[in-house]
């Protein structure tokens, strides 16, 4: 007997403002990044995967799952950094027997990022963010995996990207990954967790992606207006991180080094991210 048909939708929350005071060096406002969450369906079931950061971002996924009437049965986080897990507990909240699954590397990453929600999103986002207690339960634990109506769907392990023990999901019945941070699409990349070789482990991550031959991936951070097409986001993944390779060594200032990658990748959005890039891999220059 075949499985049922699957199918897979991306809800972008859209970039939303910081209370940070300054501007970035061109003047623009300071926000965080489009956040993309991911629906994969059968047909009376649904797996979400990558809950948003704040409650109104989470109110509006909530709205769309209970709209398509099936049952949410997991909700999978990438990794831990808090605009893709934050809101995991109070969605599961509303859906009775959803359960948050990461792998046991991103469920440790997780603690730690609970410990720094207060000095940093509290500050950036107050009031915006819901309880995020770490409700996850290991992938390795699940007895039969993650599985979705008959498909197999499977959590690969790639080490770090633009954080560390980060992980993509694998859905070979629709030529797809599930990608969190390790593939950005038209969005600036952060790169503050990416000094002493994190671009390089962050390569290592892009290239195992690459093995799973998918034609589609979903990036944790996304253009809406963009499509999904694997090879063209693996491309400007990698190209993104060897020009800031190249101007890392040419530019003098952060401000040099964040108007040279403005120039490389003018319809990239975030800039803010940019910024925070460039002030983190410029600290310790004298
Ligand atoms: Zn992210």
């Known amino acids: 007997m075949s499985a049922t048909h699957l199918d897979y939708e991306v809800l972008v929350s859209e970039a939303i403002p910081l209370a940070l005071p300054g501007r970035l060096p061109d003047g623009g406002a300071r926000t965080w990044a489009p956040v993309s969450t991911t629906l994969i369906f059968g047909h009376g079931e649904v797996i979400l995967v990558d809950p948003p950061l704040t409650a109104a971002q989470a109110e509006a996924v909530a709205d769309r799952v209970r709209a398509g009437g099936r049952r949410l049965t997991y909700i999978f986080v990438t990794h831990a950094h808090g605009d893709h897990w934050f809101t995991a507990a109070s969605l ?8 948050v699954v990461a792998t046991s590397g991103t469920i440790a990453q997780m603690h730690r990022a609970a410990q720094a929600r207060a000095g ?9 963010i819901p309880a995020s207690p770490v409700t996850a339960v290991a992938a390795e634990d699940l007895g039969s995996g ?14 770090h990207s633009d954080t560390d023990d980060t992980s993509v999901l694998h859905i070979p019945d629709l030529d797809l990954v599930v ?27 892009v290239a195992m992606v690459e093995a799973l031959g998918a034609r589609r991936i979903i990036a944790g951070h996304k253009n809406h207006q963009y499509d999904d097409d694997a090879d063209r986001q693996i ?9 800031a390779d190249e101007l890392l060594e040419t530019e003098p200032t952060p401000e040099d080094f964040y108007g040279a990658m403005v120039q490389r990748h003018p ?7 940019l910024w ?9 220059r004298t």
Do not use: C, M
Not at 92 to 99: E, L, S, T, Y
Not at 179 to 205: F, T
């Open 120 to 128: 940093f999103w509290d500050k950036i986002l107050p009031g915006l």
């Open 179 to 205: 990608a969190g941070d390790v593939v950005y699409n038209g969005v600036h990349q952060y790169l503050v967790e990416s000094r002493d070789g994190g671009r390089d482990a962050w390569r290592r991550a």
């Open 146 to 159: 993650l599985a979705l109506e008959g498909h197999a769907l499977s959590v690969v392990g790639v080490g």
């Open 235 to 243: 491309r400007e993944t990698r190209r993104y991180l060897a020009d």
């Open 267 to 273: 319809g990239h959005l975030n800039r803010s991210s």
């Open 92 to 99: 599961a909240d509303r859906f009775p027997g959803a359960q």
């Open 276 to 284: 925070g890039s460039s002030q983190a891999l410029y600290a310790d």
